[in-house]
């Protein structure tokens, strides 16, 4: 049956991707929405049955949808909603259902620019503990503003992309001087991430009271991070190679409306943040989160327990009054809880290296080659818990061949 009931991916979800059927890889990637086990050709669909505008779905990716605004997003959502629970409806939705083993999905969307935040307290916190021992964990600007950096938006990749080994240039801490190979302490960061469909103009800054006419939706992230690489060369600019190699996303879009549900109260921020930052609460989301090595669950982190909401994340971003384009991505940083089993990254996993933790039977401390992680993300909807769309990626070796003048 269309509507899916039952499944976590049911007609309150309802998240969107680009698709080719594998039967014809020549024809142009097609915006789909993922229903049970099954993608609905939306632009098949939309041809046949939308009586709007139909062009923002069938232009062929989704940052046509995701530009047309919100009144759009719920006009389209409330068509595929209808459409997916009548059963009259059956016999002109079924024609465009695709099963999903015969698809491949594509990056959903063209990054326009990246950036990652660093909104979660516990993350923070045990950064700090982590690398300067002996001092404050928070940096003083911590709790006054969120934190971030400009990412590499070039190498977001799909979920199912190998993700290469980086080499670089690192010190370790008993060398003399900065040596290079392959790194020796790649990691994972569990993120999720923030969509922007509707652009703003250049100069006019976004408030967090806007936060809902802008951003189309959420993907997972996972932010892969070479330590070692980044330990030697963050000073005194922020991250660069250590995580610029490759950051992976989600296939699926889920519509900030299928989040509905899942708003939840922020645990709280003291001291009170400026006024531009102020926020009404609901402002967090409440979504469960796992990370996976190698098929076993190594770790749940709660996006409750965050500082920081994506309201005020979207503000501060903008209060220069830099200007967001479709296709914008802005992730949380690292999502950790209070609870040591709550840790989003294996540097807070394994401390630092020091204390190794248990997996396939065996202590572990950072990514082997053929490691495989998976992000799996789920939160309360209308009906029962829905999923949001997995993060995949597997560790291939390093490529040393490259590495010659
Ligand atoms: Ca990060």
Redesign the pocket.
């Known amino acids: 049956m269309p509507a899916a009931a039952g499944s976590s991916f049911d007609a309150d979800n309802l998240p969107y991707g680009v698709f080719v059927q594998e039967s014809s890889p020549s024809t142009p990637p097609r915006l789909g929405v993922r229903i049970g086990s099954h993608v609905v050709d939306v632009a098949g669909l939309a041809t046949s049955s939308y009586d709007g505008d139909a062009r923002p779905l069938t232009a062929g990716g989704l940052a046509p949808l995701m530009a047309a605004g919100p009144g759009v997003w719920g006009t389209v959502r409330s068509w595929l909603q209808q459409l997916l629970t009548d059963p009259a409806a059956e016999a002109v939705v079924v024609p465009h259902l695709v099963p999903l083993s015969e698809v491949t999905m594509r990056l959903p969307f063209e990054v326009a620019d990246y950036v ?1 935040f ?1 909104a979660s307290l516990d993350h923070a916190s045990n950064v700090g503990r982590i690398l300067r021992p002996d001092g404050e964990p928070l940096m003083p600007n911590w709790r006054h503003l969120p934190v971030g950096y400009h990412g590499r938006a070039g190498t977001v990749v799909v979920s199912g992309a190998d993700v290469r080994r980086p080499c670089g240039q690192r010190k370790p801490p008993e060398a003399e001087v900065p040596v290079f190979g392959p790194s020796t302490r790649l990691d994972v ?1 569990a ?1 999720l991430g923030f969509v922007v469909g509707v652009p703003s103009t250049p100069g006019s800054p976004v408030g967090t009271a806007a936060f809902g006419s802008h951003v189309f939706g959420v993907v997972g992230v996972n ?1 892969w ?1 070479a330590r070692d690489i980044q330990a030697w060369e963050y000073v005194p600019l922020g991250p660069f190679l250590g ?1 610029s190699f490759a950051t992976s996303v989600s296939a699926w879009v889920t519509p900030l409306a299928a989040l509905a549900g899942a708003r939840t109260h922020l645990p709280g921020q003291d001291p009170q943040p400026l006024d531009y930052l102020r926020v009404d609460e609901p402002a967090g989301y409440d979504i469960a989160v796992e990370v996976e090595l190698n098929g076993e669950v190594v770790s749940r982190p709660p996006y409750a327990s965050m500082y920081w909401s994506p309201a005020q994340m979207l503000a501060h971003l903008t209060v220069n009054g830099a200007s967001l384009r479709t296709g914008d991505l802005f ?1 949380s ?2 999502i950790s809880g209070p609870d040591p089993s709550q840790r989003g990254s294996l540097l807070e996993l394994s401390w630092g290296g020091r204390e190794p933790f248990h997996a396939g039977g065996r202590e572990r401390t950072f990514l082997e080659d053929g490691d495989e992680v998976v992000l799996r993300y789920s939160a309360p909807g209308a009906l029962g818990r829905i999923a949001l769309g997995e993060v995949r990626g597997r560790i291939l070796p390093a490529d040393l061949a490259g590495h010659h003048r």
């Open positions: 990652d660093y960061e993120e932010d991070s995580k992730a940083g690292t």
